[in-house]
C-alpha cells in the first residue's frame, strides 16, 4: 500500500513539474525538478506517455550525445469545463491537460433571483455544446464559478448578492441535467478560482488579491498556495468593513468595501444605467466629475480594506484584478498613504501595489483549471482509465 501511495505521488509530481514548466522538459530536467532518479523518472514517463497524458516532441540534438526528447502534458488527450455564471453572462470553457482551449461559448442575459431556472438551463446547455465539439474525449470534471458563498458539502450558493441568489442548489440541479448526470460537478467562488492563473506567473509568492467586478472579491496567498478557511470563503475582502455604519452593501449590511467600490455600488452612486461596461466604468466616472476624485475614492477604501489585511496577514504585496487592474497605477499613491497611517506592515518597509497580469476571463479560465487537479493529484487513476 505504501508503495503505490508513493507512486502516485511520484506521478503527481512529475505531471505538476511538467504543467509548471515554462518550456518543455527532459527526462533529465524532470529528475532535477522532481529530485526523483532517473530511472524512477524515466519508467513513470513511459506509464503516462503510455496513457496519453505526456507527450513527447521530436528529439533535440545538443552535440554528440544522445537527442534530448522534450515532454510537456499531452493535448487534445482529455476534457476539463469550466463554467462562469457571472450578473449579465454565462460562459463555458473547455480545455485539455497542456491548458490549450479546445471549445468555448458564451451567453448574455440578466442573471437573477427571478432566472434561476434559465441560467441553469443555458449553463448545461453549454456544457453540452463544448462536449460536442470535444468529441469522444474523456471528461475530467466540471467546476462553476459564482460571485458568492458556497457551501463546502454540497455545492449550494449561500448566497450571491450581486446575482440576487439565496440557497441556490447550483451543483444538484445542474447534475439534474443530461449534459451533466455522468460528472463530478463542483462551485467555488469566483475570485478564489480568478486568482488560480495569477498563482501561475508568481510560483511560490505570498500575495493578496482583490479583484474588482459587479462585487469586490479576493484571496490570499501564501508561498504559492491558496489560503482556504474554515469553510473555503478566505479572502472576501469586499465584505470588509470600511465605514462602520456606512452605505448599504448588498448582502445586506453596512459600511462593506464593497458598497463603495464595486461596479453596481459605482453606477448606482454616479446614476449610470447598466449599458456601461465594466472596462469602461471609472472613464465615465471620470467624464462626470474630477477623475483624480474617482481614483481618490476608490484608492481610500481599498487602502483600508488593505490596510486590515496587512495588519492580520503580515504580507507586503497586493495585485489588483479586474477592473482594478488598469487603473492600478493611478490608485497606488492613493492606497500606499492609506496603508501608510494605518498598518503597522508600512513600518517593514514600502508596500508593493501590483497589476494582475490582465487575462480577460481569469474565473472562467481558473474554473477550467480547477476542473483538471483531479488528474494531477491523482493521475495513477487516470493511467488505469486511459490505458
Known amino acids: 500500500m505504501q508503495s503505490m501511495h508513493l507512486r502516485e505521488h511520484n506521478l503527481s509530481e512529475i505531471l505538476r513539474a511538467l504543467a509548471e514548466a515554462s518550456s518543455p522538459t527532459s527526462r533529465a530536467g524532470l529528475s532535477k525538478l522532481t529530485r526523483l532518479t532517473k530511472p524512477t523518472v524515466s519508467k513513470l514517463v513511459e506509464e503516462l506517455v503510455e496513457a496519453r497524458l505526456v507527450q513527447e516532441d521530436t528529439p533535440l540534438s545538443s552535440g554528440s550525445g544522445r537527442p534530448m526528447v522534450p515532454l510537456q502534458p499531452a493535448a487534445g488527450t482529455l476534457l476539463a469545463v469550466g463554467l462562469e455564471i457571472a450578473a449579465d453572462r454565462i460562459s463555458c470553457l473547455g480545455i485539455d491537460l497542456a491548458g490549450g482551449t479546445v471549445s468555448t461559448y458564451t451567453e448574455y442575459l440578466q442573471v437573477t433571483a427571478t432566472s434561476v ?68 460537478v463542483r462551485a467555488q467562488n469566483d475570485n478564489r478560482l480568478s486568482v488560480l492563473t495569477e498563482i501561475g506567473h508568481r510560483p511560490g509568492e505570498s500575495f493578496i488579491y482583490v479583484r474588482g467586478s459587479t462585487g469586490v472579491g479576493g484571496a490570499v496567498v501564501l508561498g504559492g498556495s491558496l489560503l482556504d478557511g474554515v469553510h473555503g470563503w478566505a479572502g472576501e475582502f469586499g465584505h470588509t468593513v470600511v465605514a462602520p455604519g456606512g452605505a448599504r452593501c448588498r448582502c445586506g449590511r453596512r459600511g462593506c468595501l464593497e458598497a463603495y467600490v464595486s461596479y453596481h455600488s459605482l453606477l448606482e452612486r454616479a446614476g449610470l444605467g447598466q449599458e456601461v461596461r465594466i472596462e469602461d466604468l471609472v472613464d465615465e466616472l471620470s467624464a462626470r466629475t474630477d477623475r483624480a476624485e474617482v481614483i481618490g475614492m476608490i484608492g481610500r477604501s481599498l487602502g483600508l480594506a488593505v490596510a486590515n489585511a496587512l495588519n492580520v496577514l503580515d504580507l507586503s504585496t497586493v495585485v489588483l484584478s479586474g477592473y482594478l487592474a488598469p487603473i492600478a497605477d493611478e490608485l497606488a499613491p492613493v492606497i500606499r498613504e492609506t496603508v501608510e497611517a494605518h498598518a503597522l506592515a508600512a513600518e517593514a518597509g514600502p508596500i508593493s501595489i501590483e497589476r494582475s497580469d490582465g487575462v480577460t476571463d481569469p474565473a472562467l479560465r481558473g474554473a477550467a483549471r480547477a476542473a483538471l487537479q483531479p488528474v494531477f493529484e491523482a493521475p495513477g487513476q487516470w493511467i488505469e482509465r486511459m490505458g
Open 117 to 184: 431556472d434559465q441560467a441553469i438551463e443555458v449553463a448545461a446547455q453549454l456544457v453540452g455544446r463544448v462536449r460536442a465539439d470535444a468529441g469522444a474525449l474523456p471528461v475530467v470534471g466540471v467546476v462553476v464559478a459564482v460571485p458568492g458563498r458556497i457551501a463546502p458539502d454540497d455545492g449550494r450558493v449561500l448566497s450571491a448578492p450581486n446575482l440576487d441568489w439565496t440557497e441556490v442548489p447550483l451543483v444538484g440541479r445542474l447534475q439534474q441535467h443530461p449534459e451533466l448526470a455522468d460528472l463530478p
